[in-house]
Structures are given as C-alpha cells and as structure tokens.
C-alpha cells in the first residue's frame, strides 16, 4: 500500500486547509485510516482515525471541533479538514492506513504516507 498526503501549506491562523491522502496498491476500503501530525522537536502525535466505512471517528481533545476526518472509498482518499487554524498546529502531517483496527496508536499502523508540511502563522 502506497499513501501520497497533499494539501498542506501556509496559512494564516484562523483559516482551513483540507489535507488529503491517496491510497493506491491495497484495498482502501478495507483499511483503518489515520491522520498523525510532528512538530520539530516533538513527538509525533495522534490527530484523528476513521474506521473502514466511515462510520466511526475519533479525534484527539486539541482538534476536536476544528478538525474533521472523512473519506471516500471510490476515490480511494482520505480527507482532514482542519478550520480555525492555529499556530501550534504547525508540524509534518502524516496519514498512515491500519489493517486491523481503529487506533489512536501510531504503532497499530502498517503504511505511512510521505506527510505534508502545514505552517500556520501567528
């Protein structure tokens, strides 16, 4: 399974960036799907799962309210809306696909992506 992540940028704080992430070489629709993000000199960090259909979702206490994860099986791609930006969610974000589970653990993850650069300025 290969996993490409785009849409990162700059932005000021306040705005949105929609982060997605193209599946290809695996069965996406079958895989658990997560969105984890590292700011330099720190760990890497959970951000939000999604189970295989959608229909379950978790998200880590900083972004709730702010950050959604969907997906969409056809396309292959999963998606994180981030709005109402801050500057202490810069960091790489990275998506990574679980074969097995939902999981908030960045450890359950069989594939990563490259991850995507998001800088939001003060």
């Known amino acids: 399974v290969q996993l490409q992540a785009s849409g990162g940028g700059l932005v000021q704080a306040g705005g949105s960036l929609r982060l997605s992430c193209a599946s290809s070489?695996?069965?996406?629709?079958?895989?658990?799907m997560g969105w984890f993000r590292q700011a330099p000199g720190k760990e890497r960090e959970f951000v939000a799962s999604?189970?295989?259909?959608?229909?379950?979702?978790y998200a880590a206490n900083f972004v709730k309210g702010r950050f959604t994860i969907s997906r969409d099986n056809a396309k292959n791609t999963v998606y994180l809306q981030m709005n109402s930006l801050k500057p202490e969610d810069t960091a790489v974000y990275y998506c990574?696909?679980?074969?097995?589970?939902?999981?908030?653990?960045?450890?359950?993850?069989?594939?990563w992506g490259q991850g995507t650069q998001v800088t939001v300025s003060s």
């Open positions: 990574a696909a679980d074969s097995t589970q939902i999981s908030a653990r960045d450890k359950k993850y069989d594939y």
């Open positions: 070489g695996g069965t996406f629709s079958s895989y658990y």
């Open positions: 999604i189970s295989w259909n959608g229909h379950i979702t």
